[in-house]
Nanobody, 125 residues
């Protein structure tokens, strides 16, 4: 299984950016996909998740209304559209997939089976 995250970069506060995750080696439509992030000097935190069918999405309070997660099961990709970016959104963003996620475990990093390598998003003020 491989997850390839891409799309990070340096932007200014208020800008938009989209990060993507390309999956291979698994039945993509059967897994839950999530994005986590790790700000400098801090622990990894949940950002957003989307269940298998794509109709059920969940967000951290800190990004609700600004970020949107989506997936394309045919292309085996997932995207995180980030709008109205803030300096506190600066982090390495990781995509992760899990086969047996339930609501109570959705925000726990330990519940996910595979991780991408991360892509750095830097938001300047």
């Amino acid at each position: 299984v491989q997850l390839q995250a891409s799309g990070g970069g340096l932007v200014q506060a208020g800008d938009s950016l989209r990060v993507s995750c390309a999956a291979s080696g698994l039945t993509f439509r059967s897994v839950t996909v999530a994005w986590f992030r790790q700000p400098p000097g801090k622990e990894r935190e949940f950002v957003a998740a989307i269940f298998r069918g794509g109709s059920s999405v969940h967000y951290a309070d800190s990004v609700k209304g600004r970020f949107a997660i989506s997936r394309d099961n045919d292309r085996k990709t997932a995207n995180l559209q980030m709008n109205s970016l803030k300096p506190e959104d600066t982090a390495v963003y990781y995509c992760a997939v899990g086969r047996s996620l339930i609501m109570s475990s959705l925000r726990r990093a330990q519940a996910y089976d595979y991780w991408g390598q991360g892509t750095l998003v830097t938001v300047s003020s």
